[in-house]
């Protein structure tokens, strides 16, 4: 079950350039998030957004950018790479309510060198 | 603010023995805890959530509210156990708020 897809899986970027990493998902879940994880830190919230056109800053939103003109896609784009921007990303939805948890997607792994 | 701590990076257990993953937490109001697996290279996966007080693949986590932890607990670790492990609170507003992981490994 696709579910949600994240594209690309890995890629390799220059410091400087902008890049954009694509979320697609086919529930129609209201929720989507984007976090970046890196080792001893866990899973950071990078934004999330709550519904179309509704999104919405999270823990380290600093050199991000996200939009949201359709339920089903969240890009995350990175206007200027930084080699601190290296890491995997994580995109997952959910339909809220309580007891919900999120439906990840299978990651992507950037490189900035 | 809601903080989630994991204490232990890094977790060996043989095959056979109990394991105990410990999952700390700081919110002012009733948190909703869950625990995440991820396998390697996989994507993360729902394992538990403390609402639905399930078990699954063995797994149990008990909410203690006096003492703000949700540790994850096995009796029997099996080698397909290995994983990294993430507690995960969410303070209502269905934002996520993970720990730093727990990697574990089952020794045969």
């Known amino acids: 079950d696709a579910g949600i897809t994240q594209s690309p899986r890995y890629k390799i970027t220059e410091t400087g350039r902008q890049v954009t990493l694509m979320c697609h998902q086919t529930w129609s879940h209201s929720y989507m998030f984007w976090y970046r994880q890196d080792l001893g830190h866990g899973l950071r919230l990078i934004y999330y957004?709550?519904?179309?056109?509704?999104?919405d800053k999270g823990e380290v939103p600093d050199g991000y950018v996200v939009s949201r003109s359709k339920t089903e896609n969240f890009p995350l784009t990175l206007e200027s790479a930084t080699r601190s921007q290296t890491s995997v990303y994580f995109c997952?939805?959910?339909?809220?309510?309580?007891?919900?948890?999120?439906?990840f997607g299978s990651g992507t792994r950037l490189t900035v060198v | 603010a809601q903080r989630v701590t994991q204490p232990e990076k890094l977790l060996s257990v043989f095959k056979g023995a109990p394991v105990e993953l410990k999952c700390n937490y700081s919110?002012?109001?009733?948190?909703?805890l869950f625990w995440y697996v991820q396998y390697s290279r996989q994507r993360l996966q729902l394992l538990l959530r403390h609402i639905s007080r399930e078990s699954i693949k063995g797994f149990t986590a008990d909410l203690n509210k006096g003492e703000t932890s949700f540790h994850l607990k096995k009796p029997f670790a099996q080698e397909e156990d290995s994983a990294m492990y993430y507690c995960?609170?969410?303070?209502?507003?269905?934002?996520?708020?993970f720990g730093a992981g727990t990697t574990v490994t089952v020794r045969a």
């Open positions: 957004s709550a519904a179309a056109d509704i999104t």
């Open positions: 919110y002012s109001g009733s948190p909703e």
């Open positions: 995960a609170l969410s303070g209502g507003d269905y934002k996520l708020s």
């Open positions: 997952a939805t959910s339909r809220g309510g309580l007891g919900y948890g999120y439906n």
